[in-house]
Nanobody, 121 residues
């Protein structure tokens, strides 16, 4: 599974961005997709997940209510809508595909390249 992440950028606090995770194939609907982020000097952390069986969604507490993960109708693109962004959201964001809603980055087999999100005034 080849993934391509995009949509990062520089935004002011309180602003919004939408990240996209696309695959050129048609297998993404059969995998759980997760968004991770990694700030400098920090471990890569999972922040949002969408299941492939039932579309179940999960978020970590720090993004709950601000971020929304979703799939398009084909299932081949997964989005992360990020609203009310805060400076502490600054990180490189990655999408990953795997067999379940794993919490650790090393449990995922496929990764997109990172996209930088910077929240600053």
């Amino acid at each position: 599974v080849q993934l391509q992440a995009s949509g990062g950028g520089l935004v002011q606090p309180g602003g919004s961005l939408r990240l996209s995770c696309r695959t050129s194939g048609s297998t993404l609907p059969y995998y759980t997709v997760a968004w991770f982020r990694q700030a400098p000097g920090e471990e890569r952390e999972g922040i949002a997940w969408i299941g492939h069986r039932d579309g179940r969604k999960q978020y970590i507490d720090s993004v709950k209510g601000r971020f929304t993960i979703s799939r398009d109708n084909t299932g081949n693109t997964v989005y992360l809508q990020m609203n009310n962004l805060k400076p502490e959201d600054t990180a490189v964001y990655y999408c990953a595909a795997g067999d379940d809603m794993f919490r650790k980055w090393y449990e995922y087999r496929w990764w997109g390249q990172g996209t930088q999100v910077t929240v600053s005034s």
